[in-house]
């Protein structure tokens, strides 16, 4: 008899030791559930409430369009350069030809031969010129107009670093280089491409006719000398 009890003790032991360790399938299920998002309640909310995302989303497009339409447009001009032919520079070679022309072994004169690599470095170095700018735009009287209108106290070297903020030049393929000028105003920034390079160019001809006729002085001194 005693062993007998020990035995049914020992089976409902086990018994009881296996219902315990069984997980629990139902709660897991009840919590999945409520995990889960209801898509036919969410839509049928969402319908319910239309109006109101119909009116948020017009007026968030609204706003866009208006904060769109009172942005300042802003216009691009761009020319592009090409290296000048020997023709266009061939005066201010006039020392080398008189060199050709007149051989006095007893005399050296001084050298100003110029080239077209020569000529078109000058010419992109002035587009860079701060000091070139400067005037550029005090002979064009360009002051009032890149003058902010809220801020009529703006110094004038803040007036020429934003002009050459507003300048950009690009070296392309083939040797050719460009510059381009942005601008609020398409027909402004159109003429500011177009004088701003004709000015570079004479300028950069009276730079270089300039340094000639420094060299034709000291020459004249040295013969004089000589």
């Excluded at 109101?52 to 001009?77: E, G, M, N, R, W």
């Excluded at 008189?98 to 050298?111: D, F, H, R, T």
Aim: include cysteine; charged fraction near 25%.
């Amino acid at each position: 008899m005693p062993q007998a009890d020990s035995k049914s003790s020992s089976r409902q032991e086990q018994q009881q030791t296996t219902i315990e360790t069984i997980p629990s399938y139902s709660s897991s299920y009840q919590q999945f559930e409520e995990d889960t998002i209801d898509l036919y309640e969410l839509c049928l909310t969402l319908w319910k409430r239309k109006f109101l995302l119909i009116t948020f989303t017009i007026v968030a497009v609204s706003v866009s369009i208006v904060y769109v339409i009172q942005q300042p447009h802003i216009y691009k001009a761009k020319t592009i350069f090409l290296p000048p032919k020997e023709k266009d520079f061939q005066t201010l070679n006039i020392l080398e030809l008189q060199k050709k022309i007149i051989k006095e072994p007893e005399v050296s004169y001084l050298s100003y031969n110029i080239d077209s690599k020569t000529v078109f470095r000058n010419f992109k170095q002035n587009l860079k010129s701060r000091k070139i700018q400067k005037k550029f735009i005090k002979q064009f009287g360009l002051k009032e107009i890149l003058t902010p209108v809220n801020s009529p106290d703006t110094r004038d070297e803040e007036i020429y670093m934003g002009f050459a903020e507003m300048i950009t030049i690009e070296e392309e393929d083939d040797g050719i280089s460009s510059l381009s000028i942005e601008f609020n105003d398409p027909e402004i920034v159109s003429q500011w491409v177009n004088d701003f390079t004709k000015f570079i160019d004479k300028e950069t001809i009276n730079i270089m006719v300039e340094d000639l006729n420094k060299i034709i002085e000291n020459n004249i001194k040295h013969i004089e000398y000589a």
